[in-house]
């Protein structure tokens, strides 16, 4: 059975970072021919696709979120994270972890495993 499960502060304050880990059991980032994404939705919208590492350690951003995305692994843990720099309300949403056979899905149906979500808040 493979699970995901995000990590980190509900609260953030606009102009800073956001980082968020997602813990990965029953399967290995280092080894699957997967694509392991950052996906949110904010209030009221869609899904929204923000960027994905592979098993290789390449990265893929949301040409729209590029410039303020980074997406990073550590092995060892079997973790990913996202850094948002940058944050305005605009980025206040539920942030999901997700694993894909392909970038950018917009539906759920086109993940194969999610994590429970975190809601990120991003306020002064």
């Known amino acids: 059975q493979v699970r995901l499960q995000e990590s980190g502060p509900g609260l953030v304050k606009p102009s800073q970072t956001l980082s968020l880990t997602c813990t990965v059991s029953?399967?290995?980032?280092?080894?699957?021919?997967?694509?392991w994404s950052w996906v949110r939705q904010p209030p009221g919208k869609g899904l929204e696709w923000m960027g994905a590492t592979t098993a290789s350690g390449s990265n893929y951003y949301n040409p729209s979120l590029k410039s303020r995305t980074s997406i990073s692994r550590d092995t060892s843990k079997n973790q990913f994270t996202l850094q948002l720099t940058s944050v305005t309300s605009e980025d206040t949403a539920v942030y999901y972890c997700a694993r894909s056979h392909a970038i950018g899905g917009s539906k759920w149906s086109d993940y194969h495993y999610w994590g429970q979500g975190t809601q990120v808040t991003v306020s002064s």
């Open positions: 029953g399967d290995s980032i280092a080894a699957s021919f997967y694509y």
